[in-house]
C-alpha cells in the first residue's frame, strides 16, 4: 500500500480503490458507518475498530477486560451487535477467552475485514453517501481553485 498526499477531492476518489483508505480516514470512516448503518450492518466496522483499538492495549489487565467486552459485544451467542464469523473460530476465541492475547480476535477480524471488502465496501462505493461525499469534496476543491464562486 502506498501512500500518496492527495488533495481531498483526490483522497475521496481514492476510497475506492482500497477499503484501508476509507478505514484510515476520519471523514471516509463515517461515512462507511452511516452506509452500514443503514444496511444494519454497522457492528462489521464496529467490531473491526474495538480489534484494532484492542491491538494497541498496552496493560495486562485491560487486556482481559477489553477482550471480555469484545467478545459479550460481538462473539457470544446472542451478543447485541453479533457478527457473522465461523463455527470454527467463534469456537477458538470462546475457549481462549479466559486467558486473552492481543492476537486472540485476528481471525475473526480479517474475516469480517473480508467481508466489508467483498460485499459491503463495493456496494458502498455505488450508495448516495458515497456519491454525495465526492460531490461535496468536488465542489470543495472548485472552490478554492475558483476563489470568486
Known amino acids: 500500500i502506498c501512500c500518496f498526499h492527495r488533495s481531498n477531492a483526490g483522497e475521496t476518489m481514492a476510497w475506492s480503490e482500497s477499503v484501508d483508505t476509507v478505514l484510515a480516514n476520519k471523514e471516509g470512516l463515517a461515512a462507511f458507518r452511516t452506509f452500514l448503518k443503514s444496511e444494519f ?12 483499538d484492542f491491538k494497541k492495549t498496552k496493560s495486562s489487565a485491560k487486556v482481559a477486560s477489553k477482550a471480555r467486552k469484545i467478545y459479550s ?19 477458538d476465541i470462546s475457549q481462549n477467552i479466559s486467558e486473552p492475547t492481543l492476537s486472540c480476535f485476528d481471525a475473526a477480524q480479517r474475516s469480517i475485514y473480508s467481508l466489508m471488502a467483498k460485499d459491503s465496501f463495493p456496494r458502498f462505493l455505488r450508495s448516495e453517501v458515497y456519491k454525495e461525499l465526492v460531490r461535496k469534496h468536488q465542489d470543495r476543491n472548485q472552490k478554492r481553485w475558483l476563489p470568486f464562486l
Open 73 to 91: 459485544d460481538f462473539i457470544q451467542a446472542d451478543a447485541p451487535k453479533e457478527i457473522n464469523i465461523d463455527f470454527h473460530t467463534k469456537n
Open 41 to 52: 450492518s454497522e457492528e462489521n466496522v464496529e467490531f473491526w475498530l474495538a480489534c484494532e
